[in-house]
Every structure is written in C-alpha cells, then in structure tokens.
C-alpha cells in the first residue's frame, strides 16, 4: 500500500472527525452524563456475540472519542483504543480520567500503528462506521493478525455494504457495491442529528462482503461466525423507524435490507 498518495484523504477525513468529536460528545444521541452514570453504550449484538471480556488484553481500532472502549473497560477488559482523530482522543483520555477507568489511547492512523504500539492482545474490536474510511483491507487485516496472541479473537461489526450503495434518502442506486471508487461527499449533517453539519469534503470508500473476507482469510486468520442483521441498533440513516427496541430499519424498506453484519475470526 502506498499511504502517501492517500495522504491528503486521511488529513481531510482527520479534520472532519475533529469537528464530528465537537458535535457528538454533548449530543443526546451519544448520552455522554447517562453514560458515565452507568447506562450501557455497547449494542446487544457486540455484548451477545462477544461475551464475557474480564481480564482480557483489548484493542479497539477505530475508537471515536472512547465510550465503546470505557464500556469494555467497565466490563473487565484492559482497553488500548486507536483513533485518528487527535480531538476524539483527547476527549476519550479526559473521560477515561473522569470516569477512574485505566483505559489507553493512542492517536494515530490505524495504518501507523507499528510505530506507536508493539504488543499483542486477546481480542481486537472494532465496530459500526470503521472501515469505509479506509480505502485498503489487506494492511488492515495484516494489522489485526499482527496484533492477537496466538488464539486471540477478532470481532467485526459493521453496516452492511449494500446500505452504502444508496443515495442519502434511499431512493435509488449511486454507489458500487465492491470498492471501484472513491467516494466524495461535502458539507453532510453528521449522524447525530440534521442540524449538524460537517463542513469541507470528505472521502470513503465501500467495501463488499467478499473484499472483508478475503482480506482476512488471507491474513491467516480462521473465520469462526458469521451473521447478518436485519436491522440496525442505532438511528443513524435518513427515514429510519424503530421496528422494536432498539432496532431500527429504512421506513418503506423494513425487512427487506440488511443493516448490519458480524463476524468473529481466530489467530491460529
């Protein structure tokens, strides 16, 4: 992989992380002072699927500003969280402070992470809106291998590819299903809410089913599950309509489009 001549995609990517951290550490969706009171952040697909994590190493690739890695930690876990985003990481280690966990947080791109961090871990996290910001799998799926113990655990939850195919308003088709382009989006509201607007352009790239696996497979690692879900545990997409607790679909399309897929992979 040549990070170079994708340089000034993760800058840019970089500075809109930077202003969706301002936006999403005070808004009611991410339930900042709920969160520290006690109310759980992880979703019942992650907490069933994964199970119990007490006493185990973790590295949460992709963190955000920290609460999905803090609500590991409150489990048991001894959380290493990676973001590129230097505000979200600054945020997560004040939290991590206010909240008396012994989380670590590393600020650097996921692909940069050899030069700031040299061990291994039971398991490796990561989830919900990670990977379209990456335009390459294979480094990726060599980094997870790199980083587990001999035995240790990948978990992957992610939205389905085939939501990223439509138009904001799921009116149609715009994008490729497999990673043929480079997706340009500008001035977008952020998922917290409409009014939030995200200012500049920013850059995505979609990754299908197969591209995810392979790239894992051809790391070594052995796939041991594999789910999709019909629906999404965050109101996150334009026209949504919560279909049960907690579950929430495309108003017009219930039943018909995955939301969200899952996976769990061994280091052999």
């Known amino acids: 992989m040549d990070k170079n001549s994708y340089q000034s995609y993760f800058d840019a ?34 907490l069933s699927e994964l199970g119990a994590v007490s006493g185990k190493k973790m590295l949460h690739l992709q963190c955000h500003f920290g609460m999905d890695s803090l609500d590991w930690a409150r489990r048991g876990a001894k959380v290493t969280g990676v973001d590129l ?12 402070e206010e909240m008396k966990q012994e989380a670590r947080f590393i600020c650097c791109n996921i692909y940069d992470l050899p030069a700031h961090l040299d061990e291994t871990f039971d398991i490796v996290f990561t989830s919900y809106g ?52 480079l997706i340009i989006t500008e001035n977008q509201p952020t998922y917290t809410g409409p009014e939030d607007i995200v200012s500049g352009t920013e850059y995505s790239w979609n990754h299908s089913i197969s591209e995810v696996l392979t790239a894992l497979l051809e790391a070594e690692l052995q796939l ?37 897929y899952s996976l769990k992979a061994v280091k052999q």
């Open 13 to 46: 990517n970089r500075e809109h992380w930077n202003q969706r951290t301002r936006m999403h550490r005070d808004s009611a969706f991410y339930n900042r002072a709920g969160f520290i009171a006690g109310e759980t952040v992880l979703t019942p697909i992650e």
């Open 85 to 96: 985003s230097d505000e979200a990481i600054n945020e997560a280690r004040q939290l991590n």
């Open 130 to 181: 990670t990977i379209g910001w990456l335009p390459e799998l294979k480094p990726w799926a060599e980094l997870i291998a790199r980083y587990l113990k001999p035995g240790g655990l990948f978990y992957f939850a992610e939205f389905h590819p085939v939501l990223w195919m439509f138009d904001d308003d799921f009116t149609g088709i715009k994008y490729s299903y497999e990673n043929r382009e």
């Open 224 to 260: 041991t599950a594999f789910s999709e879900h019909m629906y999404s545990p965050y109101p996150c997409f334009r026209h949504m309509t919560e279909t049960g607790k907690g579950r929430w679909e495309i108003k017009g399309l219930e039943g018909k489009l995955p939301m969200v």
